[in-house]
């Protein structure tokens, strides 16, 4: 059984996280004009990937197409987005005052090619003539089209958001004064955060699995999830701050590649590592802390690349960066619960205090409502997983045959850590290890 669970555990490593960025867009109005300077990857549109369904571009249908596009001149690139454009604006929302607009594409530069496993961005420009008189207003697109970053220009107090895709803005006053509140900004930035650990946060989630998986008691657990959020949010501050630019700067200019590309890889390596101590270790090592302190400095600078991606509000900083951070908290801490839950029985009967019949039980119906998820894959369920239901299912469905197994042989010393603990540490660790040869493969391959 613990073949399978690190089957599906090696399936859910090809969802690589932070390959699909959002679009960023400075509004502006001037002289009757509201024009839109915006930063995007315009292949993944070209090539039509559904961005809400995947969060790495070689997962999707289009993985082909999008890699011929990545692999165009800027020049032919331009040409065929400004083929596609018309469709693009189609599924713009832009109202002045509840009147629709239409966008005109003012102009397209698209990047050089440069290394086709990275991705480009490009940038563009659009506009709509406003209606005489026009006070506010909306702005959004599609959800195919991913998040939206909205940054207005040119006044006082301006409208800053994170729009999820689908999602269309609040009504923006044009003359300014849509400035986020600091408690508005926090508040705001809070799901922000939780997104980027569930579910777009693979590479984290099996990290805390890992921390769980050592020995799910209180006390261990909180000292090693205590530790890793000190270190994160002691290097997310300082990465968001601006402290740590000086590592990029070092990376591209001495080794031609960027600082986040050394950082990822080592991120991978930490998932291995704490999964193959928790084979070996029954307890917390004396060196366990200060490691998982030094992979926690790790993760936050990961977590900042996040930030990176579209940035903070200027005026509202220190409340986003906060709210970011208390929503990765709330992720981790999601991810723990949840698994707790699901192990509680089996951990409850290996140490005699419950029922075996119920735990029996309880096992064979979630058993049933997984294969349930994996088979009927719910459309609705999906877009919030934002991957196939089957991704979490089928691990989890590994899970409860793992605990049904630590029930019934509830009577041999270490059931549940035998069968349970380490099968899934051995399947965490093996997903750690192929994802640190995935990633560091390129820096060595060209």
Same mark, same amino acid.
């Given at each position: ?272 590592? !704490?999964?193959?101590?928790?084979? *070996?270790?029954? %307890? ?5 802390? $200060? &490691? @998982?302190?030094?992979?926690? =400095? ?19 900083? !220190?409340?986003?960066?906060?709210? *970011?951070?208390? %929503? ?5 801490? $999601? &991810? @723990?619960?949840?698994?707790? =839950? ?42 919030? =997983? ?61």
């Amino acid at each position: 059984m613990s073949s399978a669970v690190l089957i599906w555990f090696t399936a859910l490593s090809m969802a690589q996280a932070h390959e699909v960025l959002p679009a960023i867009t400075d509004m502006t109005a001037v002289d009757g004009q509201l024009v839109f300077d915006m930063q995007a990857n315009l292949e993944s549109f070209v090539a039509g990937i559904d961005l809400t369904s995947v969060e790495d571009t070689n997962d999707a249908p289009q993985a082909a197409s999008y890699d011929e596009l990545r692999a165009l001149e800027p020049a032919a690139l331009e040409a065929a987005f400004t083929e596609f454009w018309p469709q693009m604006a189609a599924g713009m929302t832009i109202r002045a005052d509840g009147v629709d607009l239409v966008p005109t594409l003012d102009a397209v530069n698209v990047g050089p090619v440069g290394n086709v496993e990275l991705v480009r961005s490009s940038d563009i420009r659009f506009s709509a003539s406003l209606p005489e008189g026009a006070q506010d207003v909306e702005i959004g697109w599609d959800s195919a089209f991913g998040v939206l970053v909205v940054r207005q220009m040119g006044v006082e107090a301006p409208y800053d958001a994170y729009l999820e895709a689908g999602s269309i803005s609040p009504p923006i006053s044009l003359s300014g004064g849509d400035q986020a509140t600091g408690w508005q900004t926090f508040v705001n930035y809070i799901p922000v955060g939780f997104d980027h650990i569930v579910p777009k946060g693979l590479d984290h989630i099996l990290f805390v699995l890992g921390l769980f998986f050592l020995a799910a008691r209180m006390r261990p657990l909180l000292l090693q999830v205590s530790l890793f959020t000190v270190a994160h949010t002691i290097t997310l501050a300082l990465a968001a701050l601006g402290y740590t630019k000086f590592l990029d700067d070092f990376f591209v200019e001495n080794l031609g590649i960027a600082f986040i590309n050394i950082v990822e890889p080592l991120i991978a390596l930490s998932i291995a590592y !704490v999964a193959i101590e928790n084979i *070996f270790m029954k %307890g917390i090592s004396p060196w366990r802390p $200060f &490691v @998982i302190f030094i992979f926690g =400095l790790l993760h936050g600078l990961g977590f900042a690349s996040v930030l990176a991606e579209f940035g903070l509000p200027e005026a509202t900083f !220190v409340p986003a960066l906060i709210g *970011f951070n208390v %929503g990765v908290e709330v992720g981790q801490l $999601f &991810v @723990i619960a949840v698994m707790f =839950l699901c192990v509680w029985q089996a951990l409850r009967i290996d140490r005699g205090e419950n029922e075996v019949n119920q735990g029996f039980a309880l096992y064979a119906v979630l058993l049933i409502v997984a294969a349930a998820l994996t088979f009927i894959n719910p459309a609705g369920l999906q877009t919030v =997983l934002e991957n196939p239901v089957s991704l979490f299912a089928i691990p989890l469905g590994g899970v409860f045959v793992l605990c049904l197994l630590s029930i019934h042989f509830r009577d041999h010393l270490e059931a549940y850590r035998r069968l349970v603990a380490v099968p899934c540490s051995v399947a965490i660790a093996a997903v750690g290890l192929y994802w640190f040869y995935d990633r560091t493969a390129p820096l060595f391959l060209g």
